[in-house]
């Protein structure tokens, strides 16, 4: 079974080659791809980031929530993931579960971007 820190050379090359995709304008299909992977590849979080992040550019918040939250379990400390689920769930008016995803990432790292944020909501 595979971490979430360790990747193998096939699975950089599949990566690659949704990134390929997506750039060639392929968007379907390498979405496709990316969701084929995360079935492949079910304990990698970059994975689940690569396929939450395509949906996140599609507009599909929801779908790019789930695939952020599986990142993050599988990576509690992956600021990437948290900030993606945060912004997910933020874009789906679920404002309360973002800030709860915020908090809960706080309670273990660091991040300036959610400093950031939350100085700029006390501004307001």
């Known amino acids: 079974m ?10 950089d090359k599949k990566i690659k080659e949704i990134l390929k995709k997506k750039e060639a304008g392929q968007y379907q299909e ?44 599988i990576s509690p400390k992956s600021e990437a993931a948290s900030l993606g689920l945060f912004h997910s769930l933020w874009q789906m008016d679920k404002n309360d579960q973002a800030f709860d995803e915020m908090k809960r990432y706080m309670s273990i790292a660091q991040s300036d971007e959610y400093n950031e944020l939350l100085t700029n909501f006390s501004k307001k």
């Open 2 to 11: 595979m971490t979430s820190t360790k990747k193998s050379p096939k699975l």
């Open 30 to 73: 390498a979405l496709m791809d990316a969701e084929n992977l995360s079935t492949e590849y079910p304990d990698v979080a970059s994975v689940f980031g690569l396929a939450a992040s395509m949906y996140f550019e599609a507009d599909q918040f929801d779908k790019a929530a789930e695939k952020y939250k599986k990142a993050t379990e």
